[in-house]
């Protein structure tokens, strides 16, 4: 296994479309091994292959408090359940260091394919159902910070790129 490197905003790589994934196959779930050592390790609750410039429609998660409850999605699709909309505080690991309130649909309905390729539906909310929206997000090349305000954006893209030029 191996932890891969993070892209961090405003890394233009962050804003491909990633495709959908054709053959679900041991190449695979070694990238999806590795998204998972790379995830606890950081440590987070989600993270989506574009994240690890790998430009295909795969996700992880893992939102259980003992982080023992891997998930793994192929081609997710949601479908919003309600109108009611939930604030969470969100993260995200190639934004490290900053958390900002963004609201969403607090119940979707998930489907997608499981490590062996197989389809499944599952209904969520809560914390589970903003970080599929978050993750989903990733796979269209949209971060938590384009909901914010320009302002808010633009400060958090000058101080990661400040920290990125101290860094080389
Ligand atoms: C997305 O984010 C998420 O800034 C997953 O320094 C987050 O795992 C969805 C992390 C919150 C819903 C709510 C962030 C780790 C992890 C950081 C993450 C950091 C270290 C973020
Ligand atoms: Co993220």
């Given at each position: 296994?191996?932890?891969?490197?993070?892209?961090?905003?405003?890394?233009?790589?962050?804003?491909?479309?990633?495709?959908?994934?054709?053959?679900?196959?041991?190449?695979?779930?070694?990238?999806?091994?590795?998204?998972?050592?790379?995830?606890?390790?950081?440590?987070?609750?989600?993270?989506?292959?574009?994240?690890?410039?790998?430009?295909?429609?795969?996700?992880?998660?893992d939102v259980s408090e003992?982080?023992?409850?891997?998930?793994?999605?192929?081609?997710?699709?949601?479908?919003?359940?309600?109108?009611?909309?939930?604030?969470?505080?969100?993260g995200c690991l190639s934004?490290?260091?900053?958390?900002?309130?963004?609201?969403?649909?607090?119940?979707?309905?998930?489907?997608?394919?499981?490590?062996?390729?197989?389809?499944?539906?599952?209904?969520?909310?809560?914390?589970?159902?903003?970080?599929?929206?978050?993750?989903?997000?990733?796979?269209?090349?949209?971060?938590?910070?384009?909901?914010?305000?320009?302002?808010?954006?633009?400060?958090?893209?000058?101080?990661?790129e400040k920290q990125h030029?101290?860094?080389?």
């Amino acid at each position: 296994m191996a932890i891969l490197n993070i892209l961090e905003f405003p890394d233009s790589r962050l804003r491909t479309i990633a495709k959908p994934v054709t053959v679900v196959d041991d190449a695979l779930r070694l990238l999806i091994d590795d998204m998972f050592e790379t995830m606890y390790d950081a440590p987070g609750i989600g993270l989506a292959a574009t994240q690890v410039n790998v430009h295909q429609r795969l996700v992880v998660i893992d939102v259980s408090e003992e982080k023992t409850e891997p998930l793994v999605l192929i081609n997710p699709q949601f479908e919003v359940l309600t109108e009611e909309l939930e604030e969470y505080q969100e993260g995200c690991l190639s934004v490290p260091g900053f958390y900002e309130t963004v609201e969403r649909p607090q119940r979707v309905k998930v489907n997608a394919l499981d490590r062996n390729g197989e389809p499944f539906e599952m209904l969520c909310e809560g914390l589970l159902a903003v970080c599929i929206q978050h993750e989903c997000d990733h796979l269209n090349g949209k971060l938590f910070v384009d909901y914010l305000s320009t302002l808010k954006r633009d400060r958090i893209k000058k101080k990661l790129e400040k920290q990125h030029r101290q860094q080389d």
